[in-house]
């Protein structure tokens, strides 16, 4: 099965279809979850960016160090 680091924790493997580990995907804003989740279900053509988001949200409140 396809997997990949959490962008979140940088740790253990998250499968293909999931963005984050459930840890990492609730310190999300609800927000950017419920857009992410919306778009996934209706609007396929801006998925990729509401993803982009959270991925900058993620490094932007980064736990570790830099």
């Known amino acids: 099965m396809a997997s990949h680091k959490c962008p979140g924790c940088g740790e253990g493997r998250v499968p293909a279809h999931m963005l984050a580990c459930n840890k990492c995907w609730f310190r999300l804003p609800k927000c950017?979850?419920?857009d992410i989740v919306f778009s996934w279900r209706h609007d396929h053509e801006n998925h990729r960016h509401f993803v982009a988001d959270a991925i900058e949200?993620?490094?932007e409140n980064s736990r570790s160090p830099r």
Do not use: G, P, S, T
């Open 32 to 34: 950017l979850r419920d």
């Open 57 to 59: 949200w993620f490094v």
